[in-house]
């Protein structure tokens, strides 16, 4: 597994690991949205608050999430769907819905990309990317990225253990 590093630059960290699993399952887990508390390497994921899976661009899914810096602790984000290349690429922006109920954007893209290395492996590479979080944002005293460089490992570790597992299927 390797990371790059951060550079001012192209203000973007991603990392990149090799699956032991086809790409089509990989994309399965990413498009599932009630997989994603699992998958996150921070634990600030809690709950998904829309199920349906991810199929298509602009489609808006809800995250419960939790940090003890966060004014409220426990917030809600929305997320948007920017890319969609089933099984080779997703992503999202992620943001907030105002009071006013209009959604706004940070300006931060969460993206996977699957690069299929036979039928059964698969390279995965996870990218953090800030380059157009706007002025007033960053004037705010918010650090890019939030979090270590750990995060991106651990995401993709998760991702790797719960791509590999038997997908256990509701019954009702």
């Given amino acids: 597994m390797t ?14 690991l090799t699956f032991d699993v086809p790409a089509a399952t990989v994309f399965a887990v990413l498009a599932d949205p009630t997989t994603h508390a699992a998958i996150d390497g921070t634990g600030w994921v ?6 349906a899976p991810l199929t298509e661009v602009g489609q808006i899914f809800r995250m419960a999430m939790y940090h003890a810096n966060h004014p409220d602790g426990d917030y809600k984000v929305v997320n948007k769907v920017h890319a969609i290349d089933a099984p080779r690429a997703i992503a999202w922006l992620t943001g907030q819905q105002k009071d006013d109920g209009d959604l706004e ?11 299929p290395l036979g039928p059964a492996s698969t390279e995965v590479t996870l990218t953090y990317d800030w380059s157009a979080v706007p002025r ?6 918010i650090q890019f ?4 460089p750990e995060h991106l490992i651990n995401s993709l570790r998760h991702l790797a253990e719960l791509a590999a597992a038997p997908r256990q299927r509701a019954t009702s």
Avoid: C, H, M, N
Wanted: hydrophobic letters at 35%; charged letters at 30%; glycine letters at 10%.
């Fill in 145 to 148: 990225p939030p979090f270590g």
């Fill in 136 to 141: 007033y944002i960053r004037e705010r005293g």
């Fill in 105 to 115: 954007f940070g300006g931060w893209i969460w993206r996977y990309d699957l690069a």
């Fill in 46 to 51: 809690q709950e998904p608050l829309d199920r």
């Fill in 3 to 16: 990371t790059s590093a951060r550079t001012v630059a192209d203000e973007k960290v991603s990392a990149t």
